[in-house]
């Protein structure tokens, strides 16, 4: 099954009719009244402090704050609880209000898809997209696993017999992907052994220390562990093989089987933002993409620098949500 193909391609490679389309936000700005912030601006994150969510939040304001695109203060909100129902409850209390802006993940639509919660991400108003982070496959460098067919065939036995980490939680987008891959082995991955952990820290202690067998992992994470001779990274859920540490990771389509498979991570605003807002935060976060440090630390963890604004982010959230359901039917968590 093929996941999020045909992303854009990274903000490495922007086109002139990007740069265009900038322009073209910066003059609807003007023509929509001008509406900036009057105040702080608050970037709310739903997790706490020093997580992946709230590092790009603060990243973020830092490139702004620094190259000063706006006048007003960015603050940085943290409202962990909840499975991120919190946070979005604190955007409730905001509608209309372009002075909030949610830095958020694919948790607010598998939560919905599983019957967790009853919010929808188009209860709220789509801003942006930032960019993907594909997924990896990794065991410690001392595991008598080689390759995910050693983990298939195990598995298609007894799917008991190895224990897999899957990130905070059932049905997240980590065990998504682990699912949609082993079942194309034959494994009954309604039977997986999982354990859930609370961040890439802990699973990697829990990999290290062996209390689990295997694990989905962010692709910096992984490289990291490889480099330092701790890690095996078994394959990659990327449409081909990247640039320098990437060349060295095989695709899963290299190995025969068929996922392109990464996390989203975008910006979420109040519901009734207006055209005048969306314009505005169009032209701030185009200028934060466009920045050399966005594009360095891109590079540095490995991202996809897949940027898009509030005219495009819609769309692409909706095919996003609509493949994370299919998912979750393929692997046996909701019914068709």
């Given at each position: 099954m093929n996941v999020f193909r045909g992303y854009a391609r990274s903000l490495l490679r922007w086109s002139g009719a990007a740069v265009l389309a900038l322009a073209a936000a910066g003059a609807a700005h003007g023509q929509q009244g001008g509406w900036r912030p009057d105040r702080p601006v608050e970037f709310v994150v739903a997790v706490g402090?020093?997580?992946?969510?709230?590092?790009?939040?603060?990243?973020?304001?830092?490139?702004?704050?620094?190259?000063?695109?706006?006048?007003?203060?960015?603050?940085?909100?943290?409202?962990?609880?909840?499975?991120?129902?919190?946070?979005?409850?604190?955007?409730?209390?905001?509608?209309?209000?372009?002075?909030?802006?949610?830095?958020?993940?694919?948790?607010?639509?598998?939560?919905?898809?599983?019957?967790?919660?009853?919010?929808?991400y188009t209860d709220y108003t789509p801003v942006a997209l930032l960019f993907n982070e594909h997924a990896t496959l990794v065991v410690p460098a001392g595991s008598p696993i080689k390759s995910v067919r050693d983990i298939m065939q195990?598995?298609?036995?007894?799917?008991?017999?190895?224990?897999?980490?899957?990130?905070?939680?059932?049905?997240?987008?980590?065990?998504?992907?682990?699912?949609?891959?082993?079942?194309?082995?034959?494994?009954?991955?309604?039977?997986?052994?999982?354990?859930?952990f609370q961040g890439q820290g802990a699973v990697l202690t829990a990999l290290l220390g062996g209390h689990v067998d295997f694990a989905p992992m962010q692709v910096a994470t992984a490289v990291r562990g490889a480099q330092e001779g701790r890690l095996r990274i078994l394959g990659i859920a990327a449409e081909r093989r990247g640039e320098g540490a990437l060349a060295e990771i095989p695709t899963w389509k290299e190995q025969g089987l068929e996922l392109i498979w990464s996390n989203v991570r975008y910006v979420l605003g109040p519901k009734g933002m207006t055209p005048a807002q969306l314009a505005y935060w169009d032209g701030v976060l185009g200028r934060v993409t466009q920045s050399e440090e966005w594009i360095d630390e891109g590079r540095k963890n490995y991202l996809q620098l897949d940027y898009l604004n509030s005219k495009q982010t819609p769309q692409r959230l909706a095919t996003v949500y609509q493949q994370l359901r299919g998912a979750s039917v393929d692997v046996g968590l909701v019914k068709e």
């Open positions: 402090a020093g997580g992946a969510t709230d590092h790009t939040a603060r990243f973020m304001q830092r490139i702004i704050q620094n190259r000063r695109l706006m006048e007003a203060p960015v603050v940085i909100t943290n409202k962990p609880g909840g499975g991120g129902n919190l946070a979005l409850n604190y955007l409730d209390q905001h509608a209309g209000d372009g002075h909030y802006l949610l830095n958020s993940t694919l948790t607010v639509m598998t939560n919905h898809i599983l019957g967790l919660s009853k919010i929808h195990k598995l298609k036995g007894d799917p008991q017999t190895l224990s897999i980490a899957v990130g905070c939680a059932v049905g997240g987008i980590n065990h998504l992907g682990v699912g949609l891959l082993l079942k194309q082995g034959g494994v009954d991955v309604k039977r997986l052994k999982t354990v859930m």
